[in-house]
């Protein structure tokens, strides 16, 4: 059995304070399987550099133990290479190895870098930046700029739904211009989610009958609701969607399908890519297809169904 040479990238602010016990569960798990290459990301060299240099020095893979945004922020220095991506996730939501099929237990996370399986997925790619999982433009942001790393710490997933409540309240819609490979529309909304691959708890990403993340598409969702309560209904309409694989029948909800597209909205909205806050509108975004290779668990065929059908509804088209 041949040794995979990987660099572990690691975020020093990740797994509840349990840094030390995790590398040290990591290296015991891999055993002599894997040479690794150990390096904690600092404020003066990122994810990105790290990956970068594991890229040019021709190491395997790089394995990242954190959060989506270790995660997203490494990755971008992988597509279009060859070097694989693994995935442990530590982080507060872990977006991407949930929509991967990757388990959150560490031991199983690492085995499945070890069993050598791999998937090749889409990346989207958003002003020049790269996203993996989502980018959203609207609630979404503004949620996640009111979020604090201590709640987040201290509550995980849930540490959004206080916020997400409060924002449900105050948020405004606002109007949007959208340019999709065959059509543009004008469209008021509250929040758009363009999706290159997401997990059920993504769920304003949820439009689509299932998204996919590797089928050469991005899936895009406009939340357009009327009021708190509405708001939380449709909400879980779209996380039953998602488990159900079934095509939301809301008129509230549109979904589109595309490979390019191009935002810009009144007022300018914030934006959020892959979980980070990264400016505002006007957006250009495109699907980069087979961009990065993953280790990944087997993966079900029968399961990669999606829906084609465009679901724009009156009432959102101005």
């Known amino acids: 059995m041949s040794i995979l040479s990987a660099r572990l990238i690691y975020n020093p602010v990740s797994g509840d304070g349990k840094v030390e016990e995790i590398i040290h569960q990591i290296q015991s798990t891999f055993g002599d399987g894997v040479s690794l290459d150990i390096q904690p990301t600092s404020k003066e060299i990122g994810a990105t550099q790290l990956a970068k240099e594991a890229v040019e020095s021709g190491i395997q893979a790089v394995i990242v133990a954190g959060g989506d945004g270790t995660i997203s922020a490494a990755s971008k220095a992988l597509v279009n290479t060859s070097t694989i991506l693994g995935i442990i996730p530590c982080g507060t939501v872990n977006a991407l190895a949930i929509a991967l099929g990757i388990p959150s237990d560490l031991e199983a996370a690492c085995q499945v870098i070890l069993n050598g399986r791999t998937n090749v997925i889409d990346v989207a790619r958003c002003n020049n930046q790269y996203a993996i999982t989502l980018i959203s433009i609207g609630l979404e ?22 916020p997400v409540l409060r924002q449900l309240r105050r948020f405004k819609f606002f109007r949007a211009t959208i340019e999709t490979d065959n059509k543009t529309l004008q469209i008021r909304t509250r929040a758009i989610t363009v999706a290159n691959a997401a997990p059920p708890i993504s769920f304003m990403a949820q439009g689509p009958v299932k998204v996919i993340p590797d089928d050469g598409f991005l899936d895009i969702t406009i939340f357009a609701v009327k009021g708190v309560i509405p708001a939380i209904i449709a909400s879980l309409d779209l996380f039953r969607t998602a488990h159900t694989q079934s095509l939301n029948q809301r008129d509230d909800i549109g979904v589109l399908r595309t490979k390019r597209i191009k935002i810009s909205t009144n007022p300018l909205q914030k934006v959020s890519l892959d979980g980070e806050l990264m400016g505002k509108v006007p957006l250009e975004i495109e699907c980069i297809p087979n961009g990065l290779t993953i280790f990944t668990p087997e993966i079900d065929e029968n399961n990669k169904i999606n829906s084609k059908i465009e679901k724009i509804p009156e009432q959102i088209i101005l």
């Open 141 to 162: 942001p503004e949620t996640i700029e009111k979020t604090s790393r201590k709640a987040k710490n201290r509550w995980g997933p849930f540490a959004y739904l206080l």
